[in-house]
């Protein structure tokens, strides 16, 4: 059972109900994105800008048909992964191998808004990724977030500023109205319960405000201070802190400066105000604690209590103590605890992170980062999707939300000669995880770097070119995956490698059924299932069977039912939930080839409604296909039509097309024909767009309704 730390007593940090002031900056940038395209908000760290575009995300969901996406940057260092991340993030897959085209093809015609969040350490692949979208979709807009503008054509700047400072002097009421300190008395009371604005504390409140700069993260860093000191200590450890600051640094106060100087200036001092407020935050902490805030700032992604205490206890940290240790942390709110399913993640803000990444002396960075590639590499083996298995899902989920760790984990490996092997094992390994996420493109990218390292002719080099000829047949990239494919056969012959032969074989077999050899393709996968039984390989025997009964159930349906009904039999014996989908669709499909119209059905329908559940738009969409044909079947065309639109829908989603999938193909193109006959080109249309128009849960409902009329799924 998964352990976790105290969350933060009274509210949260993130909570977007706790969301203070900036109704000036929400309504100057709602007015820009009304006429322009692209909006770039920019300021220095701890500004706010974040949270601000969160909040105008939420604001004009209801303004864009087609929906506001968020796609958050931080945590994304391989600049290579720009394009697959955004493409994972708004649903798709990556079949081609150019995830741009992807993406235009897939919002050329939405009126979408997409936010991408914190984009300055990629600024120059966000400039041109934003461009090229821009260009190739029309009805497009984007919301950026970063320090430093864009540069690109038409971009639209909203500096965010540093929330309203009181003057001295103020009387109560008008410094209750300033924006920084209603923050200030929101935090405070949340770690100081009955804290408020009274004649007593506004004054020093309203010093401290102005100490801070009006800066978001500093204030929510100095009030969670009053769960240990008052206010008045906590005031005067700020002037301390800020008084050898302005004694180093004589220009640092902007109000001196010229007024044309003052704009740089500001931003200036509002960077040395955070950088100076989180390092008192830090000299706060306790030695035991800032070594953990060092370690943790090593996970974009965040770390559950389980993860902190495997990588960064020791050296100054007894395991048994890290559970306190972020107790300690979460209330000073330098780690966000957020509550999940599986318990509680803990994360830093950006600016926080980078200056605990500072902190690391080198001697432990080399070993701290030892214990995290180990971390990575046993989480990657102990949750291996291509293990038929009944967590297997939950293994699938576990990796989603690891993924931004693991990247971290395999740059480290790849960044060193040294550690290039286990780096390239540890991307094969993921070899299905890539397809089931819609990632074959991060998942070859990965693979080719290791692979132009690791040169000698071993099994984790051979391991490796089939995972990528693999991933390059998924995309369709036959030329790509051939000569992988051959060496990797060479690799084998020389080595004599047994373990790795029967997946050379079965990619082969896919790779002949790419290139229209359809005998030979069910041949090499007899020939690979065979090896997978004789070595007792259940998980790759299970794999070959779903392969055999999809490619073969056009020219050999009896053969490939009998494989269909095989791996049915074993996924629901291993109650391997992900994998029992796939094979109730492809015995669908052969037993739909066989003239079984009715147990096709059932089972695609079967199928559609686990895999809408789970988010497999690969597997449902052709359970949305084979629905269509059985509609078709019985007369249904106009549910057919509507069907087929839904399928369309989600074909563009994943990039790829029925007519591209041999087993697909024929009876595609037959439904739609028949479809259009029996309505006429105009109803045809009208019932495939109010398809295209159904949303996942309504695609699910329609799919596995069987006998239900379009009337009752489309209501």
Known sequence: MTRTAEMPRTGSLTDVSSFVGRRHEVAAARKVLSRSRLLTLTGTGGVGKSRLALRLAEALRGTFTDGVEIVELAALEAEGLLEPTVVAALG????????????VDYLWDKRMLLVLDNCEHLLEECARFVDRLLRGSPRLRILVTS???????????????SLPVPEPGLPLRDIARHDSV?????????????????????????????????????????????????????????????????????????RHQAPRRQTHRHQTHRHQTLRETVEWSFRLCSPAEQRLWARLSMFPGGADLDTCEAVCSGEGIDQIEV????????????????????????????SIRAYGCAQLAAREERKLRQRYIDHY?????????????????????????????????????LGDRRLAPAGLETASAMWSFWLLFGSPTEGRYWLERGLEQVREATAGRATALWVYSMLALRQGDLEEATPR???????????????????????????????????????????????????????GVMFNLYYAAAYGSIDHPDRAAAYGEEFLALSEARHAFVMRGYAQLVLGIALWNLGDRRRAEELAGEAAAFTGEVNDKWC????????????GDRGEHERAATLLGAAHALWQSVDASPTRLSYHAVWHERCVAQARRALGDRAFAAAFREGAKLGPERVVAQGSTGQASVGQAAS
């Open 92 to 103: 798709l897959r990556g079949a081609l191998s150019d995830p741009m085209a992807l993406l």
């Open 147 to 161: 320090r430093q503008t864009l540069g690109v054509y038409g971009e639209q700047v909203l500096a965010v500023p």
């Open 182 to 254: 209603r923050l200030f008395v929101e935090r405070a009371a949340c770690v100081w319960p009955g804290f408020c604005l009274d004649r007593g504390n506004a004054a020093c409140v309203a010093r401290l405000a102005q100490r801070l700069d009006g800066l978001p993260l500093a204030i929510e860093l100095a009030a969670a201070r009053l769960r240990t000191v008052p206010l008045e200590q906590l005031m005067r450890e700020l002037d301390e802190r800020f008084e050898v600051l302005e004694a180093g640094h004589p220009a640092a106060n902007p």
């Open 323 to 350: 559970i306190d240790l972020v107790t300690g942390l979460v209330d000073k709110s330098v780690l966000i605890g957020e509550r999940r399913e599986d318990g509680l993640r803990y994360r830093m803000l950006e």
């Open 377 to 413: 590499r046993r989480l990657v083996d102990r949750n291996r999707i291509d293990e038929t298995v009944p967590d297997q899902l939950e293994r699938y989920q576990l990796l989603r939300r690891e993924l931004p760790n693991v990247r971290v984990a395999l740059e480290l490996c």
């Open 485 to 539: 494919l051959e060496e990797c056969h060479a690799i084998v012959r020389q080595t004599d490698d047994r373990a790795v032969l029967p997946f050379a074989i079965r990619t082969s077999g896919v790779a002949a059924f790419s290139s229209g050899d359809s005998e030979r393709g069910l041949a090499l996968l007899e020939e690979s299932l065979a090896l997978h039984r004789a070595a007792g390989d259940i998980n």
């Open 620 to 631: 449902l969409t052709q359970c949305l296909e084979v629905l269509a044909w059985t509609a």
